[in-house]
């Protein structure tokens, strides 16, 4: 059988910035830095922050649980090295600014690398219940691991109210310079689809299909001969998406695959469908079969300003200073270190940030790349162009809002559909009067979450 | 270790166009009428088009020197006013003319809504519609090209008019309207020297083929969307279609609408000013119908030879009546309160 590359499946909108793949798209998975030092972070997910299970100088083992909380939304937090624990204290946080983090010591000798998972041969996802998958995702604190960081149990476990049919695993990596998600579906293929498999049965969805944008034809081969020669690979099919920005985004996926739209302020269960991260339904095939928790993913260090970028196996909590070094330092021309791709990711000040459940990319970029955008150019005022508006996946009027947002009019802004922004930044990208349209809308939004919590 | 690193809001690269580059590329994309307009009317194009810049320049480097902003100039916008100014303007208007309109243009047209991007009429429009109505005279003085003998005959071989030695297209079409003797002195023959610009008239309108050329490299580099072009000469051809059915020997054929008079200049560099235009597809496709409509309207039944200006101005106003109109709807649907 031959395989469709050529992707057939799009949304309106959306910008075409370079793909700049090719720094880190030959750069198999290696072990990552082995760190003495480990800050793992008690909230790295959405909802309720961790509570820290271990006190100061106490011994912890690779894998025991260290934070955790009885709250639904939750996902528990798990040492990844042997150790001791230094302190538990604030560290600076790379979405919440600053947060309670576990300080573990590494022990000297303490193998910081965990062995690397093997699917078993004999391995059926008709073992496994629904409530066991479940358990085992909640036990093993996997969350999205594509950058919201919302709880997989949640998102997957059954809701009597919003039954799913339709899990949509997302491999688009449609930001640029990342090649994380990439080199796993090259790498680990069968954990993918297994982690597919159990997803599937745990959700109770009918149809799975596998999202990849169609600049990767490697990995749409890849996972499409896996499939063809897995027992039970029907039901799942690869849906080979076209090459553009912000493709990965849940509610352009769906729009572009099933052709139906999210409910603005909804989220995707309410037409029945899930998307789960290619990286996160690896970290299921783990933890449901050998039990393994979260405790190491693949980061994708990479930019123009770094020595040798590639993709790294890295224990959660490791700091991108650490990493960054690992990796032979920085070139002198390094402008700005960026947690995730340049499309969407956060600059960082500090570089002890560590590295969370939902880092996939340290992007160091130069002054030249960011140069033509946010040094050498003069903001002018809006010329109303309306390119902003071509390229906006979601149909809004980013520079309409934006500027309600400067002149502090939080209404004006909600009237033209501030809250359905997707955040992509599209329209930033585009402005020809360099104007920072994602951020004035960002800063709009926790104006407008400020004003509903006085309210309350 | 790292000593100098930002810190910013997402995203952290952009596409390489600024307000200046969109301005450049209008500018490129005037140059084949200003060439054009070099080859007919000689030094006095070379007079009004640096006269025009020149003082549009200027006014707005007063204007931000006397309200103590940033100067502004280096988006190249006022430029871009000058030479549209120009190219609308008769040829052979004296100097201090084209000095009082583009003063006009820029001062209260521009900087006193607060620049570039605030302004609610089309500057440009705004200085030639001040000139038009203060002397009438001198801008209803045309010259014919340079390349045209004076002295050829007004009555061409087949006792028609010739279409050159008129004052301009648009004036003895008006003249044939209010005479009801179209047909006799109109001919097809007439319609070349319109395409290439060997006829009388604005500085940079008599030629449609130098705008269209223009107007191409604008859709090509994608610095103008087709919406407001193909609307307003949709709606200028619709009109003039229906008004040439009604009665052919006293109305002009469509197509001679849309070559002549600034119908084109309009359509590719005047309506599609970003600022004064709609921002949505829908609203620009109904600024456009609005603009060529308007024009069409003076031009068949009005007074004045000539509507573009009219129309662009009365379409600017509407212009955020137009944008809310059409308020952009998010994809999923309005949100459930």
Known sequence: ??????????????????EKKQLTCESSIQPGPAADEVAVMLSQHLGAVCNPLVNKADAVQAGQKIGDRDAFVSAPVHSPVNGKVREIALRSHPVIGRGLAVVIEALPNSPTQRSRFTLPADFDEGKYSAEQICQAIRE???????????????????NPKLPKETLIVNGCECEPYITCDYRIMLEWTSQIIAGVKLARRASGCSRAFVAIEDNKPQAIE????????SADGDGISVAPVKTKYPQGGERQLIRAILKRHVPTGGIPPMIGVVVLNVATAAA???????????????????GEAI?????????IGTSVEDLIEFCGGVTEKCAKVVLGGPMMGIAIADLTTPVTKTTNAVTVLTKDQIGSAKFAR?????????????????????????????????????????????????CSYVCPANIELAGHIKTGKIFLARQKKKMA | MLKDIRVSCAPHISQPLSTRSVMIDVIIGLAPAMAVAG??????????????????VTTEWLCNRIRKKPNSLDDFSAVVTGIILALSLPPKLPVWTAVVGSVFAVAIGKMVFGGLGANIFNPAMAGRTFLSASFGLLMTTWTVPATINPSMPAVAQDNTLNARTQATPLAWSKLAIKNRLGADIYSEEQFTPALIGEVGGSLGETSAIALLLGGLYLLIRKTISYHIPAAVLSAAFVFGGIAYLIDSYVYVQPFFHLAGGGMLLCAFFIATDPVTAPLTRRGMWLFGLGVGAVTM?????????????????????????????????????????
């Open chain 1, 1 to 18: 059988m031959s395989v469709q590359l050529r992707g057939r499946f799009s949304f309106p909108g959306g910008v075409h910035p370079p």
């Open chain 1, 140 to 158: 093993a604190g996997i969350v999205g691991m594509g950058g919201a960081g919302f709880p997989t149990q949640v998102k997957i476990g059954p």
């Open chain 1, 222 to 229: 890849a996972i499409s001969h896996a499939l063809e020669n």
């Open chain 1, 284 to 302: 299921i095939a783990e933890a449901v079969v050998s039990g393994q928790p979260l405790t190491h993913r693949v980061v994708t260090v990479t």
């Open chain 1, 307 to 315: 020595a040798r970028p590639g993709n790294y196996y890295v224990p």
């Open chain 1, 378 to 426: 003069r903001q002018t005022a809006c010329i109303r162009c309306g390119r902003c508006l071509e390229v906006c996946p979601e149909n809004l009027s980013p520079t309409k809002i934006a500027h309600a947002v400067k002149h502090n009019l939080i209404d004006v802004a909600e009237g033209y559909f501030m809250s359905a922004c997707i955040q992509c930044g599209c």
């Open chain 2, 39 to 56: 080859y007919y009317f000689r030094i006095h194009a070379a007079i009004l088009l640096a006269t025009c810049i020149i003082s549009c």
């Open chain 2, 297 to 337: 309207l003076i031009r068949i039944v009005g007074e004045y030879p000539e509507g573009v200006m009219f129309s662009v101005l009365l379409m600017n106003a509407v212009t955020p009546l137009i944008d809310r109109l059409f308020k952009r709807i998010p994809a999923g649907g309005k949100p459930a309160l």
